[in-house]
């Protein structure tokens, strides 16, 4: 399954909200999608999995949606330590694949 | 505290083999499979391989055949002997665990760089 991201980079200020999308190339297992925050030298970070539930020490800021083909990141008021690269991943059907990356970056 | 240390990166010639080294501490390492995901420059993260807790290997195509995962559970170590290097093989190798029911992955290391150039 191929995941598309968009948009590639989303140019932000701090305290607006952030709308991230993944589209799949066909419809994911019981929306076995899962997202993770990276942030250059670091370990990724996972964020949601089952497509809407956090994961633990996750803040409420950050939320997951969708079903099928079309998935969601949201974050409702974006921290300076909120930017990051987002990718998401199906782990639905084998081999588990990710989408190819969101860059939040400060406008 | 639960972390992944990976270790063993560095450049190599084409045609090549290096060994990549992940050590796990604060967690019963026996009981969950461990990944390897790769990032190559630029690119996205790429599921590369996988190990059970009862041994049973997989592997993504692209490097099946030429990379053996590995694990020893009395020392809480993991480990991808990558053979027949090439250089779209360049990437920061991550060691990565996944949930005990499903394919996500719920911890992470920082990851080690192999470069493979002449």
């Known amino acids: 399954i191929v995941l598309t991201q968009s948009p590639g980079t989303l140019s932000l200020s701090p305290g607006e909200r952030a709308t991230l999308s993944c589209r799949a190339s066909?419809?994911?297992?019981?929306?076995?999608v899962a997202w993770y925050q990276h942030k250059p030298g670091q370990a990724p970070r996972l964020l949601i999995y089952?497509?809407?539930s956090r994961a633990t020490g996750i803040p409420d800021r950050f939320s997951g949606s969708g079903s099928g083909t079309d998935f969601t990141l949201s974050i409702s008021r974006l921290e300076p330590e909120d930017f990051a690269v987002y990718y998401c991943?199906?782990?639905?059907?084998?081999?588990?694949?990710f989408g190819q990356g969101t860059k939040v970056e400060i406008k | 505290e639960v972390h992944l240390l990976e270790s063993g990166g560095g450049l190599i010639q084409p045609g090549g083999s290096l060994r990549v080294s992940c050590a796990a501490s604060?967690?019963?390492?026996?009981?969950?499979?461990m990944s390897w995901v790769r990032q190559a420059p630029g690119k996205g993260l790429e599921w590369v391989s996988a190990?059970?807790?009862?041994?049973?290997?997989y592997y993504a195509d692209s490097v099946k055949g030429r990379f053996t995962i590995s694990r020893d559970s009395s020392d809480n170590m993991l480990y991808l002997q990558m053979n027949s290097l090439r250089a779209e093989d360049t990437a920061i190798y991550y060691c990565?665990?996944?949930?005990?029911?499903?394919?996500?992955?719920?911890?992470w290391g920082r990851g080690t760089l192999v470069t493979v150039s002449s």
């Open positions: 066909q419809s994911v297992r019981s929306s076995y």
């Open positions: 604060g967690l019963t390492f026996s009981n969950y499979v």
């Open positions: 190990v059970s807790s009862s041994g049973s290997t």
């Open positions: 991943q199906q782990y639905g059907s084998s081999p588990q694949t």
């Open positions: 089952g497509a809407s």
């Open positions: 990565a665990k996944e949930d005990r029911t499903y394919w996500y992955f719920d911890l």
